[in-house]
C-alpha cells in the first residue's frame, strides 16, 4: 500500500469538480461565495506558454482567469478570485501543476463541469445586506 501525500491526498479523485478534467491534480480545492445556490462552472482551460486561463461562470458572470504559470513552482497555489470588489472565493492550485502545463503547452480544453456542491456558500439575494460601504 502506497502512501499518499498530504499535499497530494486528492490527486486520484476529481475533487474539485464534480466529474474528472482528466487532469485532477491540476485544481486540487476551491470555494466559492454566491448568491441563490449558484455552483460555478468551470467552461474552459487554456494552456499558454506564460499564462494558464480559466474561464468559470459564477452566478452573475462569466469570468476569464489568468494565472501566470511561473506562480506554479513545486508547491500548492492559492489564487483569490476577486472581481469588482467582491469576493467570489479561490482556486487551490495542485504541486504538479507546472508539470501539467508545461505538458499541454498551447492545449485547449473545453468543458463544462460544475464544480462540487459543498463547496458554495449560498447568500440569499432577496434578504439581508450584501454590500457595507462598497465592499461585498
Not at 25 to 42: E, K, M, R, T
Not at 58 to 84: A, Q
Not at 109 to 134: A, W, Y
Amino acid at each position: 500500500m502506497n502512501t499518499i501525500s498530504w499535499q497530494n491526498e486528492t490527486s486520484l479523485t476529481q475533487y474539485p469538480l464534480s466529474r474528472s478534467l482528466g487532469y485532477d491534480s491540476l485544481l486540487i480545492d476551491a470555494n466559492f461565495v454566491q448568491f441563490d445556490n449558484f455552483v460555478p462552472v468551470l467552461k474552459k482551460i487554456v494552456f499558454g506558454n506564460v499564462n494558464l486561463t480559466i474561464t468559470i461562470t459564477f452566478d452573475h458572470y462569466t469570468k476569464e482567469i489568468s494565472v501566470p504559470i511561473s506562480n506554479f513552482s513545486g508547491l500548492p497555489y492559492t489564487y483569490k478570485l476577486k472581481f469588482d470588489d467582491r469576493y467570489v472565493g479561490k482556486l487551490v492550485f495542485g504541486a504538479d501543476a507546472n508539470v501539467i502545463c508545461e505538458n499541454l503547452n498551447n492545449h485547449e480544453l473545453n468543458v463544462e463541469i460544475p464544480f462540487l456542491v459543498f463547496l458554495v456558500k449560498s447568500i440569499p439575494s432577496k434578504s439581508g445586506l450584501f454590500t457595507l460601504n462598497q465592499q461585498y
